[in-house]
């Protein structure tokens, strides 16, 4: 079984709204949505990837990332260890540079059956975070 391991942002906005990608690839995956982000190469910390990755699909350059969550995910032909960041501020405007669709969406309307299985477990941390600081205020 292949492992990779991945880095990947949640990029939040003022509105509290979160960056999704669509997905483009050949195989089942396809057309699934995303938290960008991508693997991390030999020698580079997660960070470094995130940044990269980031600058490569979206155009941006993090400014500041803090670690969220770390997990791991066996898909049928490959086991994924994710580390996914909390992006909370960059400079320039996401765009789809490798011509991936964005979408900026509020957490408690991510549908975990739109996105990447590995996913599912993010929402829900996401939604545990935001009725956290809902709470407190």
């Known amino acids: 079984m292949k492992h990779l391991?991945?880095?990947a942002g949640i990029l939040r906005n003022s509105a509290g709204r979160v960056l999704i990608t669509e997905r483009l690839c050949d195989g089942p995956l396809n057309g699934l949505w995303e938290f960008p982000g991508g693997k991390i190469a030999n020698g580079e910390t997660p960070g470094e990837a995130l940044r990269r990755e980031l600058a490569e699909e979206l155009g941006v350059r993090v400014t500041h990332a803090e670690p969220f969550?770390?997990?791991r995910h066996?898909?049928?032909d490959r086991c994924v260890n994710l580390e996914?960041?909390?992006?909370?501020t960059w400079q320039g405007e996401p765009c789809g540079i490798e011509g991936q669709q964005l979408r900026w969406i509020a957490i408690a309307d991510l549908d975990p059956g739109?996105?990447?299985p590995a996913d599912a477990a993010v929402i829900a941390a996401l939604r545990c975070l935001e009725a956290e600081s809902t709470a407190s205020h």
């Open 84 to 88: 996914f960041f909390v992006v909370s």
């Open 69 to 71: 969550l770390n997990l």
């Open 114 to 116: 739109m996105l990447l």
């Open 74 to 76: 066996e898909y049928t």
């Open 5 to 7: 391991h991945v880095a």
